[in-house]
Structure formats: C-alpha cells, structure tokens
T-cell receptor, first 112, second 113 residues
Framework: DAKTTQPTSMDCAEGRAANLPCNHS???????VYWYRQIHSQGPQYIIHGLKNNETNEMASLIITEDRKSSTLILPHATLRDTAVYYC?????????????FGAGTRLFVKA | EPEVTQTPSHQVTQMGQEVILRCVPISNHLYFYWYRQILGQKVEFLVS????????KSEIFDDQFSVERPDGSNFTLKIRSTKLEDSAMYFC???????????FGEGSWLTVV
C-alpha cells in the first residue's frame, strides 16, 4: 500500500468547512484513495473513496489532484460531532480481501 | 442500514484464559477481518478471511490467535491464552464481493488482568 502523509491535528469552527489534506505521492495506478474516521473509541467509519474524479456523498466531498499525488477531504459544514481522527488510506479498489493499513491520521477538533 | 455487530462490548478476563470474540458481519459480505487497537495507538490489522480460510495475517496474529466462521452468520476470533498485552479494542469488519470498502463494527473491549 502507498504511504500517506497527513497533518497531526487541525481545528475548525463549527459551521465552517473542514478541509483535511493528504499527500500520497507514491500512489499507483490501481490504488484508490479512501477516507475513514474514528470518533473516540468507536469503530472506524467509512466516509468516501475515489480513484481520480472528485466524489461527493452525503457526508463529504473528496477532491483528488490531477496527478493523484494528493487529495482533500471536505466536510462542508462541520459540527461538534465531526470531532474525530480522520484517516486517509490508499489501497487497491474493487477487489476484496486486502488489509487496510491505518496511519496516525489527522485529529480534527471542531470548536463552538 | 446494515451494520457489523460485535459481542461482547466489553470483557474482562484473567491472564491465561481463553477468550472468544464474536461478530456478525453484514449479511451479503464475503470478506471478513479482525483489527485491534491498543489504547492510544493505531488501528492494527490482524487477519483477513475469505471462503473459509485465512487470506492474509499480520505478525501479530500468532499461534495463540485463531478465527472461525462456525455457521453462516458468525465470525469469531479466539485468543487461546490471553496475555496482559492483549488488552485492546478488537474490531471486526467485512466487505462485499467486488468491492473493497470495509465496514467496521463498534468493537469489543478486552481487558486482561
């Protein structure tokens, strides 16, 4: 799996957009970018994933640069409940059974 | 929305005792996983399981660990002789055929004393 680099922590004001960056400069052509988050002591929660196009779902948007070496997860209107550790992971997509390697992630603090 | 369920949510056991952690994966999923997270540390991969056999395991998953799918719905992790350092949150996960998005349960917190 390609290595990812994320900031250790970030702050965001409630109601504002949270933009979480991730560098994955060694990503290979068949690897997808996945984002998970872990709210304190709960199981990791899937957020979104993408290959090269930008993606949006009810939780977030994922912006992937054209060279695919970095991406940004956007929470459009952060709430206090979005305080969590956010993990950016790159791994093969559309084939099952591969282990997911979690790094340290970015600890996002949403403040009132 | 379908989810992965795990039992027990918390278990305290004596060192040297056997522990079985249980999981019910999402019903149409065919890939199953166990991960663990020691307090304050990263989420670590233990094992993946497909078609009734282990497909991949980490160095952590030594001979004291085993997994089983005893029936069509349950997926279990057995720790044969628990050690203090096995104290952790254990997460079960599953993913569907043809897809690589993994869905996690809420975890079983194991405390070895």
């Amino acid at each position: 799996d390609a290595k990812t680099t994320q900031p250790t922590s970030m702050d965001c004001a409630e109601g504002r957009a949270a933009n979480l960056p991730c560098n994955h400069s060694t990503i290979s052509g068949n690897e997808y970018v996945y984002w998970y988050r872990q709210i304190h002591s709960q199981g990791p929660q899937y957020i979104i994933h993408g290959l090269k196009n930008n993606e949006t779902n009810e939780m977030a948007s994922l912006i992937i640069t054209e060279d695919r070496k970095s991406s940004t997860l956007i929470l459009p209107h952060a709430t206090l409940r979005d305080t969590a550790v956010y993990y950016c992971i790159v791994r093969p997509g559309n084939t099952g059974g591969f282990k997911t390697i979690f790094g340290a992630g970015t600890r996002l603090f949403v403040k009132a | 929305e379908p989810e992965v369920t795990q039992t027990p949510s918390h278990q305290v056991t004596q060192m040297g005792q056997e522990v079985i952690l249980r999981c019910v994966p999402i019903s149409n999923h065919l890939y199953f996983y166990w991960y663990r997270q020691i307090l304050g540390q990263k989420v670590e991969f233990l094992v993946s399981f497909y078609n009734n056999e282990i497909s991949e395991k980490s160095e952590i998953f030594d001979d004291q660990f085993s997994v089983e799918r005893p029936d069509g719905s349950n997926f279990t992790l057995k720790i044969r002789s628990t050690k203090l350092e096995d104290s952790a949150m254990y997460f079960c996960a599953s993913s569907p055929i043809g897809g690589n998005t993994i869905y996690f349960g809420e975890g079983s917190w194991l405390t070895v004393v």
